[in-house]
T-cell receptor, first 117, second 119 residues
Framework: AQKITQTQPGMFVQEKEAVTLDCTYDTSDQSYGLFWYKQPSSGEMIFLIYQGSYDEQNATEGRYSLNFQKARKSANLVISASQLGDSAMYFCAMREGGPGGYQKVTFGIGTKLQVIP | GAVVSQHPSWVICKSGTSVKIECRSLDFQATTMFWYRQFPKQSLMLMATSNEGSKATYEQGVEKDKFLINHASLTLSTLTVTSAHPEDSSFYIC???????????????FGPGTRLTVL
């Protein structure tokens, strides 16, 4: 079974609108971490946001917020007020186990977001 | 700003030659670094975990004799693709965990990647 599932291969959003990128995960660990990364055409992976499994509040970083629904095992990324520079591939990732120790992270297949002027 | 650098950013080599890729953590020490490869339009696949001062831990299916990893210092890990062949052409990207103030999250920060083309 896939540990990280991103069901949207591609998404379009109008500039200045909000967009939600879906991510569901599968783990039996009680302690884990969820990440979102952005990969523009240049190839660099840019860290956007992190959510710990024990964090009670949804993570927010500027225009990015993570809609964490633990019971549903979903960690959707919400980008508010989309900008043209947001056009990129977006990867959801999970680290199983708590911080420290072996830090293997599993990535989803990604969602390509295109922002339309 | 970038916290992890990679060199070179791209390389073209002939089949049978070896290529070394460097990954450096900038302004912080990284006891653990990771090497990934990414084929076009695919996700990142972890190749190995590089531990400073010890042998790397390779993922299943990754040939350790072909992909040599050396983590000689707390700021540098190198990946050497030995006897490269066209099927080794890929995007290789490293990451390091930024500890200290980010210890709680153990977030991996990535280098800009190296595009390897083997002719």
């Amino acid at each position: 079974a896939q540990k990280i599932t991103q069901t949207q291969p591609g998404m379009f959003v109008q500039e200045k609108e909000a967009v939600t990128l879906d991510c569901t995960y599968d783990t039996s660990d009680q302690s884990y971490g969820l990440f979102w990364y952005k990969q523009p055409s240049s190839g660099e992976m840019i860290f956007l946001i992190y959510q710990g499994s024990y964090d009670e509040q949804n993570a927010t970083e500027g225009r990015y917020s993570l809609n964490f629904q633990k019971a549903r095992k979903s960690a959707n990324l919400v980008i508010s007020a989309s900008q043209l520079g947001d056009s990129a591939m977006y990867f959801c990732a999970m680290r199983e186990g708590g911080p420290g120790g072996y830090q293997k992270v599993t990535f989803g297949i990604g969602t390509k977001l295109q922002v339309i002027p | 700003g970038a916290v992890v650098s990679q060199h070179p950013s791209w390389v073209i080599c002939k089949s049978g030659t070896s290529v070394k890729i460097e990954c450096r953590s900038l302004d912080f020490q990284a006891t653990t670094m990771f090497w990934y490869r990414q084929f076009p339009k695919q996700s990142l696949m972890l190749m190995a975990t590089s531990n400073e001062g010890s042998k790397a831990t390779y993922e299943q299916g990754v040939e350790k004799d072909k992909f040599l990893i050396n983590h000689a210092s707390l700021t540098l890990s190198t990946l050497t693709v030995t006897s490269a062949h066209p099927e080794d052409s890929s995007f290789y990207i490293c990451s390091a965990i930024l500890s200290g103030i980010k210890r709680k999250t153990d977030t991996q920060y990535f280098g800009p990647g190296t595009r390897l083309t083997v002719l």
